[in-house]
Nanobody, 122 residues
């Protein structure tokens, strides 16, 4: 199994930046894709960004393209989400998750972290 721990959340003003980290441990070699998801109160969990461990291919939700960047450090088994130009609508709990395959649909993710809170004030 894989354990995931997110960090880096906090309070930031609109237009500011945050960098989230997700440290993976356990049988990480069994995972092919790492994704970031977020969930705001009263809303469904939604896809934000994903990256493949092996090749590094990245994928983004339209709502964050051009503002967020996902990256990885294979040696440290860590995935990052650099969030720039933050908007109040980015406020949510951010989760990282991993999939043994190549899918980044929430229902296809195999393991989840506990989440880290991101609050963007106006």
């Amino acid at each position: 199994q894989v354990q995931l721990v997110e960090s880096g959340g906090g309070l930031v003003q609109a237009g500011g930046s945050l960098r989230l980290s997700c440290v993976a441990s356990g049988r990480t070699f069994s995972s092919d894709t790492m994704g970031w998801f977020r969930q705001a109160p009263g809303k469904e969990r939604e896809f934000v960004a994903a990256i493949r461990w092996s090749g590094g291919s990245t994928y983004y939700a339209d709502s964050v393209k051009g503002r967020f960047t996902i990256s990885r450090d294979n040696a440290k088994t860590t995935v990052y989400l650099q969030m720039n130009s933050l908007k109040p609508e980015d406020t949510a709990i951010y989760y990282c998750a991993t999939n043994t395959g190549s899918s980044y649909r929430p229902e296809h993710m195999d393991f989840w972290g506990q989440g880290t809170h991101v609050t963007v004030s106006s």
